[in-house]
């Protein structure tokens, strides 16, 4: 029971850790930015690669390579 | 019972023989320039990803009212946004190049087109090395500031990426000519030369705007 006590009020008040640029910074600016570049950043290739993805399979079809599925 | 295993004349659990089996043939989906310079394309566009990131993190830093910095000059809007026009009417010159060689026009129009796409290409290379040397003149230099660092790192990439994909227009222009462009070589100038085309607006509004 004071086991299970201590672990909730540790929990309860444990201060949040903000470590990263993208969690906290006193610039709400520049946390806007840290947080807009890092779905830039995560997003980009991502969209790349599957515009590439999309092309190839267009392509495929143009060229009738895929057999129809039965 | 014995039988034959041979890559060429596969058999089954029972040892029959079969006719060999004729694998079903295959079609070159991309060729291999287009694929490599799609790979570079990733590369740069990466590149060009850190640096934008990297140039809005360090401008929303500055101080309200403080970019561009005071005492540094301003960059020329109108004419490097004409200027964006003349690059864009080069990456349409290129499409149409490509275009006009993909129906089998005759290929003096296709190397005329590319060809003024390459030389559009330069002109707009030529009017911002021009205005560089102005702002360099008026004190945004490298090291004059961050907003110098970032506006010569930034742009200064974009045109060294532009310089390069006109020589590649001009070699092929060049091989169109002597009728020896390979389609393949064509579309991976072209995929090169449509990157630094369609990259540019981004950087404008960024950077300039």
């Known amino acids: 029971m004071v086991v299970a006590l201590a672990v909730a009020l540790v929990v309860v008040w444990a201060p949040e850790a903000l470590a990263c640029s993208v969690c906290f910074d006193a610039n709400g600016e520049r946390r806007e930015a840290f947080l807009a570049t890092t779905i830039f950043l995560t997003l980009t290739p991502l969209a790349f690669v599957f515009a590439v993805v999309w092309w190839l399979r267009r392509r495929a079809r143009d060229l009738d390579v895929i057999p129809p599925a039965e | ?209």
């Open chain 2, 1 to 209: 019972m014995t039988t034959i295993s041979s890559p060429m004349m596969p058999t089954d659990v029972r040892g029959g023989l079969h006719a060999p089996r004729v694998p079903p043939a295959r079609r070159q989906l991309v060729s291999s320039a287009v694929l490599g310079m799609l790979i570079f394309i990733a590369v740069e566009l990466m590149f060009f990803a850190g640096l934008i990131s990297a140039f809005t993190i360090v401008k929303s830093s500055a101080v309200p009212g403080a970019w561009p910095p005071p005492g540094q000059p301003r960059l020329p809007l109108e004419v490097t946004g004409v200027n964006s026009l003349v690059l864009l009417a080069s990456g349409a010159l290129a499409w149409f190049a490509w275009r006009a060689f993909r129906s089998g026009a005759p290929a003096p129009r296709a190397a005329r087109l590319q060809l003024g796409a390459a030389a559009l290409g330069a002109a707009f290379v030529v009017v911002q090395s021009v205005e560089w040397t102005r702002l360099m003149g008026e004190g945004l230099t490298m090291r004059a500031s961050t907003y110098g660092s970032f506006f010569y790192m930034i742009v200064g990439a974009h045109a060294l990426h532009a310089l390069a994909a006109i020589a590649a227009l001009l070699w092929s222009w060049r091989r169109l000519t002597r009728g020896r462009l390979a389609s393949s070589s064509f579309a991976a100038v072209l995929a090169l030369w449509t990157f630094v085309v369609a990259l540019w607006p981004v950087l404008y509004v960024l950077v300039y705007l």
